[in-house]
């Protein structure tokens, strides 16, 4: 995952904790969606979402030379991993705008 997808998840979780509320992956897909940009994979505000990072850092300067890949088999659970090649598969999620985390 990119650096500007990583502060969205942190931010996300830093949010929901401040307001009580469990951070959970379905409520993180509420507000984003998956995209791939220049070979990596990162999150994109979802349309019609409440935007909840309104400020996101413009950049993050020399991260590529930093960054590095876990083998599949160091992981000691089951992972799904996708390929970069892969398509994305687009997602119609509606808003949950009557849930109360969501107010």
């Known amino acids: 995952m990119s650096p500007p997808g990583m502060v ?3 931010h996300f979780e830093f949010l929901c ?3 009580g509320v469990e951070p959970t992956a379905e409520r993180f897909r509420a507000f984003y969606q998956l995209i ?3 070979g990596f ?3 994109a505000s979802r349309g019609a979402a409440k935007k909840i990072l309104l400020n996101p850092p413009k ?3 020399d991260w590529k030379p930093k ?3 876990i083998r599949e088999e160091v992981i000691p ?3 799904t ?3 970069c090649s892969a398509p994305i598969p687009k997602e119609d999620l509606p808003i949950p705008k009557h849930a109360n985390w969501y107010q």
């Open 17 to 19: 904790r401040a307001h």
């Open 59 to 61: 950049s993050f300067h």
């Open 36 to 38: 791939r940009n220049m």
């Open 8 to 10: 969205r998840v942190r």
């Open 41 to 43: 994979f990162s999150f």
């Open 77 to 79: 659970i089951a992972m």
């Open 67 to 69: 960054f590095f890949y």
């Open 81 to 83: 991993f996708r390929a």
